[in-house]
């Protein structure tokens, strides 16, 4: 699976349907506006109806969490990927990822952002827009372009959304250096 930003592919409307929560200075991380930025699998022969999002400050400083968010009954994801372990539906951190605040961030989803059936819908429909979007232009192309402008680094994480290092993850497949 690769993912790729929402945001990518459709500026505009990101640009206005951007999730961020502003956090206090009680809480456990620094005061600041966190934005959930959603990325969607770009595999037209895939079909997991999910969102994973990156949690990032609006000057990108940093990374704080990668969360995943699945919308289907729990069987559908059973029966999807083949193993019961995958923490979906509902918001969950991804496999082999680690951020120290991941969990204070899943929860802040869950409660603003899981919760609000009109903000659900809207992801089912970033999903669709992706998927077809996917089956007309070549994606995995534009995130390949994307990654060599940004000039990612051998131990930065993977834009695709996996969680692992650049090196460990796309590196070395078609059209990357």
């Not at 459709?10 to 959930?36: H, K, L, Q, W």
């Not at 699998?41 to 990668?66: L, S």
């Not at 051998?154 to 990357?176: A, Q, T, W």
Request: glycine share 6%; hydrophobic share 30%; proline share 6%.
């Amino acid at each position: 699976m690769s993912f790729l930003s929402f945001g990518r592919v459709f500026p505009e409307i990101a640009s206005r349907e951007t999730r961020c929560i502003t956090t206090s200075e009680e809480g456990p991380v620094p005061p600041d506006t966190y934005y959930f930025l959603d990325l969607y699998c770009i595999d037209t022969e895939c079909d997991c109806r999910k969102a994973h999002f990156a949690v990032v400050t609006e000057n990108w400083e940093k990374e704080y969490a990668h969360i995943q968010f699945g919308w289907e009954e729990k069987a559908y994801y059973d029966n999807h990927f083949s193993f019961e372990d995958h923490d979906l539906p509902g918001p969950s951190i991804p496999p082999f990822t680690f951020f120290p605040h991941g969990e204070y961030f899943v929860e802040l989803f869950r409660v603003f952002c899981a919760n609000d059936p009109d903000y659900v819908e809207r992801l089912k429909r970033h999903c669709a827009l992706m998927k077809q979007a996917s089956k007309e232009q070549n994606l995995f192309e534009k995130m390949v372009l994307d990654m060599e402008e940004d000039s990612i680094g051998r131990n930065d994480p993977c834009i695709c959304g996996s969680g692992k290092k650049y090196k460990k993850c796309c590196k070395g497949k078609v059209g990357l250096k």
